[in-house]
């Protein structure tokens, strides 16, 4: 019987280094896992970069891949976690064209049931941003798509745990 594969969240803390990327995504390629989406940013911790990596794996592979993570130079420390313990979003931008935000009365009904807003308007096109959940962000495209879309940019997924992340203390301590 074959394991069951989840959603994962992995949250890599690391070193602003180049090629790190590269590195951390040939991990998953090696093993021809996709990545369902990635972001890097700042963390909480001056001068620690995170990333945050979304794949579907099971929970088997998602330790060994965490394991070889961790064994990168610049990698301080790689957690994972399921959805079930985690807050997360995604973001995405519309760029519309700005006639259909007057001729077209449902253009916004959706901005406003969708809780979605709208960033910027010219003569040209007007552009609408929308955070949330991946569902309901493919819901608004869907229903933006049938007016038109002139442009579409989604962002990888953010995410902070539920429980308490010990990364702060660790760092603390690594540093005394």
């Not at 007016?147 to 989604?154: A, C, E, L, V």
């Amino acid at each position: 019987m074959e394991a069951e594969k989840n959603i994962y969240t992995v949250s890599v803390y690391t070193e602003n280094n180049i090629g790190l990327l590269n590195r951390i995504s040939a991990i998953f390629q090696r093993r021809h896992i996709n990545i369902e989406s990635i972001n890097s940013s700042v963390s909480e911790i001056e001068g620690v970069s995170k990333f945050t990596i979304v794949v579907i794996v099971t929970e088997d592979q998602m330790k060994k891949i965490i394991g070889q993570i961790e064994k990168q130079v610049e990698v301080i420390k790689a957690y994972f976690h399921t959805d079930e313990g985690t807050i997360y979003q995604e973001s995405c931008i519309f760029k519309m064209k700005s006639d259909l935000l007057f001729e077209e009365r449902q253009i916004q009904n959706i901005i406003k049931e969708s809780n979605a807003r709208i960033v910027t308007v010219n003569r040209d096109f007007f552009v609408i941003e929308k955070s949330g959940r991946k569902e309901e962000i493919e819901l608004i495209y869907r229903e933006l798509s049938a007016f038109g879309i002139m442009q579409f940019t989604r962002s990888g997924r953010i995410a902070v745990t539920k429980d308490e992340m010990k990364i702060s203390t660790m760092l603390e301590a690594f540093q005394a």
